[in-house]
């Protein structure tokens, strides 16, 4: 399934911009190399250097990839919901209010970036198990009509837009 299949009546507006950074690929494909470009950076930050800020109010690398983690795991929960024909609507979430309560500054950033690492690998595994009717079902979320995979390609495309604010405010 490829991401110019989607129909911008898919997915919320706000998720536009998610959708725009992936050029013409394929799910699964976008899973897979949206995250190599951050586990590749990821590995090469120091823990001393994710406890860094780059303005008072913004997050620390540890909570930017807490909040990569919490994301994925929620859209994750509405991709399976939904996959399965569960038309029960599901409330959205204040990702700063997450990021807050996450109290992550505390772990190891090594073992944070295992975590996404290992969500990843669960997320990619059941987007493989999908079959294109699955894919192609839809849900409400936050009172938006979003389906199953275009939850994946905005997986994939919000790691890249925090892989792209890692870069430019980060390192």
């Known amino acids: 399934m490829n991401v110019s299949q989607l129909n911008n009546n898919e ?10 950074m992936l050029n013409n690929i394929e799910l699964l494909e976008a899973l897979n190399n949206s995250f190599k470009d951050i586990l590749k950076i990821a590995n090469s930050i ?7 800020r780059y303005a008072k109010d913004k997050w620390t690398l ?20 939904f996959s399965r024909n569960d038309k029960t609507q599901i409330n959205g979430f204040d990702e700063d209010w997450y990021v807050k309560n996450a109290d992550c500054n ?32 839809t849900g409400n ?26 870069k430019e405010r980060y390192l």
Not at 143 to 162: C, E
């Open 11 to 20: 997915y919320a507006s706000f998720y536009e911009g998610y959708i725009k």
């Open 46 to 52: 120091s823990e001393e250097k994710s406890n860094y």
């Open 62 to 81: 540890k909570e930017l990839f807490q909040h990569l983690i919490d994301t994925e795991r929620i859209m994750c929960y509405r991709a399976l919901r």
């Open 106 to 137: 505390h772990r190891n950033f090594k073992t944070i970036v295992e975590e996404l690492s290992l969500v990843r690998k669960s997320s990619i595994l059941m987007f493989q198990s999908f079959t294109n009717e699955m894919l192609t079902r």
């Open 141 to 166: 979320a936050n009172g938006d009509t979003i389906s199953v995979r275009a939850l994946g390609f905005i997986i994939s495309g919000h790691l890249m837009h925090h892989t792209k604010i890692i």
